[in-house]
């Protein structure tokens, strides 16, 4: 997975000295990095524009490594954006880019033609940034027919998925949400029954799998081999469903999901590269939210598995 250059001064520091006598130093196992959702819902609801200087100098000061970008209004994935991105990213905040998720009409065999054209412009911005992880957001569930729906997606996300890995050197996976095509244990399973390890794989939000009716200790246990990417949000319990989503999405710690024993399972396949804090609906300001974050982490999970 992507190795990030976001460490502590200390890590590179220890780096460096380790290049001079010729002996490789050891990365972490895990890089953490923070989605942008946070500032974008955020900047939504005060009804005001948002640039990259806000969001990337949260990220450094909570002390992250990376961040996330996706397919949205308010600061979109554009040529003009991702420029703008490169300037900064690594060469003012020491950040990197984590992966890109990707929202499209991939249920519809009309539009297949168009995503297989459209993956290369997602994929080149990854391969630009160094980044190595597609995240495909699913579709809205308003479908006629659901299993030949989600089989329609697995072709094409095979497809893209083999175009990502063959000529980019990017795994691909999806990231089931609440409230589309791809929510629930069922859903996931005909998915990752009809795609090719090889090429398509699981990105699971924890809570998501909670919200959608699965238990997301269970899932990783199950899906463990097809995990190339992950994102860690905590949720209060409720009744579930995308209705009272955004009231209960909380940091990390504060909720009902197993981190630790989710934490275990990935040590458990030695799961190298990223998870990133998605948290849709931050409480105190983004800032604040990520250093409840890291904490959390320093304290819980990184004596687990770092």
Known sequence: ?????????????????????GV???GPNIRWALGMVTWVVRAQREKRT?????????IAQGGFEGLEVYTQKTLPVTDENMAA????????YNLRLSGIYWGDRF???????????????FLGYLKRFGSDRLIIGPPGPEVEDERRAISSMARIMNEVGKIALEQYGIK????PHVGGLIENPRQIAQLMQETDPRYFNLAPDTAQLWMGGGDPVRMFEEYKRRLVYVHYKDIRAYHRGLKGYLDNVIELGRGVIDFPALHRILKSIRYRGWITIDLDNARVSPLESARIQRDYIDRVLAPIYA
Do not use: N, Q, Y
């Open 107 to 121: 249920h519809l065999d009309s539009e297949h033609d168009r995503i297989r054209k459209e993956c290369h412009r």
């Open 172 to 175: 691909t996976a999806v990231h």
């Open 50 to 58: 948002l640039d990259w200087p806000e969001i990337l100098s949260d």
């Open 1 to 21: 997975m992507v190795e990030s250059s976001g460490c502590t001064r200390r890590f590179w520091l220890g780096a460096a000295a380790s290049t001079a006598l």
């Open 85 to 92: 991105l490169e300037r900064l990213l690594t060469p003012k």
């Open 24 to 26: 490789a130093a050891p």
